[in-house]
Nanobody, 124 residues
Framework: QVQLVESGGGLVQAGDSLRLSCAASGLTFSSYAMGWFRQAPGKEREFVAAVNWSGSRSYYADSVKGRFTISRDNAKNTVYLRMNSLKPEDTAVYYC?????????????????WGQGTQVTVSS
C-alpha cells in the first residue's frame, strides 16, 4: 500500500532552518507531483509548496516564497522541504501529499495520498 512518511520536524527558534523529508513507498514516485501542506491549531490546512513529477517546476505559497524550497530525489523516492528564516507563524503540522496528475497544484483535493504529518514549532 502507499505510504508517505514525513520526518525532520522539531522545535526551533525564529530565524532557524529545518529540512523536512517525505519518503514514499508503494507508488511509482516519479509519476507523481508532490506537495507540502500545513495545518496550524484552529486553522484549515493550507498549501505550502509543490513540485511536479520531474522536479522541473515548483510552486509556493506567498507566505513562504523566498524562504522555503521544495525539491525531490526520484532515485530515493523522497521529497524535501528546506525551510529557512523560520517564523513563529510557520508553526504547524506539515503534511506531504502525492498527486497522480503529475503537475502539482495548491488545492488539497487534487492529491491522492497523504502522510501523517510532522510537527514544526517555531519559538519567538
Amino acid at each position: 500500500q502507499v505510504q508517505l512518511v514525513e520526518s525532520g520536524g522539531g522545535l526551533v527558534q525564529a530565524g532557524d532552518s529545518l529540512r523536512l523529508s517525505c519518503a514514499a513507498s508503494g507508488l511509482t514516485f516519479s509519476s507523481y507531483a508532490m506537495g507540502w501542506f500545513r495545518q496550524a491549531p484552529g486553522k484549515e490546512r493550507e498549501f505550502v509548496a509543490a513540485v511536479n513529477w520531474s522536479g522541473s517546476r515548483s510552486y509556493y505559497a506567498d507566505s513562504v516564497k523566498g524562504r522555503f524550497t521544495i525539491s525531490r530525489d526520484n532515485a530515493k523516492n523522497t521529497v524535501y522541504l528546506r525551510m529557512n528564516s523560520l517564523k513563529p507563524e510557520d508553526t504547524a503540522v506539515y503534511y506531504c501529499a502525492a498527486d497522480l496528475r503529475g503537475g502539482g497544484g495548491s488545492y488539497s483535493t487534487l492529491y491522492n495520498y497523504w502522510g501523517q504529518g510532522t510537527q514544526v514549532t517555531v519559538s519567538s
